[in-house]
């Protein structure tokens, strides 16, 4: 039987990589596709010597053109941290909308279903906790994140637009702090921050007083949850995310912990619009999909910290922010 043919976009970055390894392993043929602004080939070179995985390197926002049959696409192209959406606000606009508008004409062409990434942002800074699916956001379209989180608002509603105006398959994954192996280290965001703080022997930027909470999923709980949901007949929005709540400042205090730094947690100002709260309510995936993520933040964060230690001296060291491929 001829293999189900998938193209996820994003495919070098964090989650993209790791999209690509489960559907290797599920026997596709995977076409990975990246511009590589964020991503990283390290993350995928292991699976360039496969016969059923091709890679292009193309930036979404432009017309895309992929020869064959499709039957599913990811769309997981995008900057996703905040200190990427304040260096490159127009490409993170781009893809959200210009790339998502190109991806569901091309998933209407090889009639394929569709998968979109969607984020936690839409919820903005959100007055109820936990968030379920039905909340609207409170969300500041000008503010630093309004060019993330309003590109993601966008991409919603254009799929909805195609799914019910042309009929095309749809499914939307609004994705909450996810953490694991192939983060980039530098950035920005509070884990790779406080790890590689923690390596180098600095002290932790906890911004604001640190009372603001996260709830961090790890990366193989969330796959697993989105390769369900790409398998589900659901078409309405779905969280997934571990509801585990933690504010900033226990977080710290456990990677200081875990690394066993002697350095100390040191406030600096809170960014502009920062969320003061985040929490799934996942109850939705817990009936439709029957999952729930299994992986502790403790077990989870040693093997990220086990990867991070295992990168490159020069790379821990590099602390500043800038892209892999403009070393
Ligand atoms: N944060 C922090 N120190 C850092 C980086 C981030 O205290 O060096 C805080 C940030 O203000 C936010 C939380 O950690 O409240 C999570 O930030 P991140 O950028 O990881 O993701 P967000 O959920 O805000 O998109």
């Known amino acids: 039987m001829a293999r189900n043919r998938i193209l996820i976009t994003g495919a070098a970055g964090f989650?993209?990589?790791h999209l690509c390894d489960r559907f290797i392993k599920e026997d596709y043929h995977v076409i990975g596709?990246?511009?590589?602004?964020?991503g990283d080939l390290r993350n995928i070179e292991h699976l360039f010597k496969l016969e059923n995985f091709e890679f292009y390197n193309h930036d979404v926002s432009k017309f895309v053109y992929v020869?064959?049959?499709l039957n599913y696409i990811l769309h997981f192209a995008s900057p996703a941290s905040p200190i990427d959406y304040l260096k490159i606000?127009?490409?993170?606009?781009?893809v959200g909308s210009l790339g998502t508008h190109n991806l569901l004409g091309l998933a209407r062409s090889k009639n394929a279903r569709m998968l979109i990434a969607s984020t936690s942002e839409v919820y903005g800074d959100p007055n109820v906790n936990p968030q379920?699916?039905?909340y609207w956001g409170n969300v500041n379209p000008v503010g630093p994140r309004g060019v993330y989180d309003e590109a993601k608002r966008f991409q919603e509603a254009i799929t909805m637009a195609y799914h019910t105006f042309h009929g095309l398959e749809t499914r939307i994954v609004r994705i909450f702090n996810t953490y694991g192996p192939r983060m980039r280290l530098n950035d920005g965001r509070v884990l790779p921050a406080f790890i590689g703080q923690a390596l180098r022997g600095e002290s932790l930027t906890m911004f604001g007083d640190g009372s603001q909470t996260r709830s961090f999923c790890y990366v193989d709980d969330l796959i697993e949850g989105i390769y369900r949901l790409l398998h589900s007949d659901y078409e309405q929005p779905m969280n997934i995310g571990n509801p585990d709540e933690i504010t900033i400042r226990q977080f710290g205090e456990e990677i200081i912990k875990l690394t066993g730094?002697?350095?100390?947690?040191?406030?600096l100002p809170l960014p502009t619009d920062d969320p003061k709260q985040r929490r799934p309510d996942i109850t939705k995936a817990k009936s439709i999909l029957g999952w729930e993520p299994k992986v502790s933040r403790s077990d989870g964060l040693k093997i990220t910290y086990e990867y991070f230690k295992s990168l490159p001296e020069k790379e821990i060291l590099h602390k500043d922010f800038t892209y892999y491929n403009k070393n």
């Open 89 to 94: 606000p127009i490409q993170t606009l781009k």
């Open 132 to 134: 379920p699916e039905e």
């Open 15 to 17: 989650l993209g990589s």
């Open 33 to 38: 596709m990246d511009n590589l602004i964020t």
């Open 261 to 267: 730094t002697d350095q100390q947690l040191i406030s």
């Open 67 to 69: 020869p064959g049959e």
